[in-house]
């Protein structure tokens, strides 16, 4: 059995994000949504509402999980007994703070690799500040986020 973990911050989760769940469940036979507090960045949602929401887009989808955690991606690795790690691409710019980010774990893990997989064209622009400021703007998202996720941003927002 393929384990892959697939780490983000997802406030809130997008079409984008479930593009790459589905890409990764082409390559791997579990896949773990590993929805992660930050610190240092402020979030629209709590980290129970992202993972509710991520939770209720994803409910309908086969051998994937939703999980929290705090503190280092390579221990929540450990712990779920897991060494890949799945990051999706947009643009190029994504490419070197994932560059980045890939090396960083494989220094404090090294048995560690990250896999990426690129989205669908139809979601490059996509990503969840946008969506947030269109949703805040009043413009429609049902195109970018799934519908529990358009509900609690409507009522969030207003
Ligand atoms: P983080 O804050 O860690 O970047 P995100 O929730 O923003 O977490 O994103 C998690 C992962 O999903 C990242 O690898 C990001 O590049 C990818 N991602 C987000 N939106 C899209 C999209 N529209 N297409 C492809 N990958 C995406």
């Known amino acids: 059995m393929r384990k892959v973990v697939y780490p983000g911050t997802f406030d809130p989760i997008t079409?984008?994000?479930i593009d790459v769940i589905k890409r990764g469940l082409n390559l791997f036979d579990e896949l773990i949504v590993a929805v992660t507090t930050r610190p240092r960045k402020?979030?629209?949602f709590s980290l129970?509402?992202?993972v509710k929401l991520a939770k209720e887009s994803l409910e309908n989808m086969k051998n994937v999980q939703v999980k929290s955690f705090n503190g280092l991606l390579v221990d929540f690795l450990k712990l779920e007994k897991?060494?890949?790690i799945l990051r999706g691409l947009r643009e190029v710019s994504d490419f070197e703070?994932?560059?980045q980010t890939a090396i960083l774990n494989r220094k404090l893990a090294d048995y560690v690799e990250t896999v990426f997989v690129m989205?669908?064209?139809?979601?490059?622009?996509?990503?969840?500040?946008?969506v947030k400021e269109i949703a805040s703007l009043g413009g429609d998202i049902s195109?970018?986020?799934?519908?529990p996720v358009e509900k609690m941003l409507r009522d969030r927002l207003k």
């Open 48 to 50: 129970e509402d992202r």
């Open 143 to 147: 195109g970018f986020v799934p519908k």
């Open 119 to 130: 989205t669908n064209e139809k979601y490059f622009y996509l990503n969840s500040t946008a």
């Open 42 to 44: 402020k979030t629209l």
């Open 15 to 17: 079409y984008g994000h």
């Open 97 to 99: 703070s994932e560059f």
């Open 82 to 84: 897991a060494s890949i």
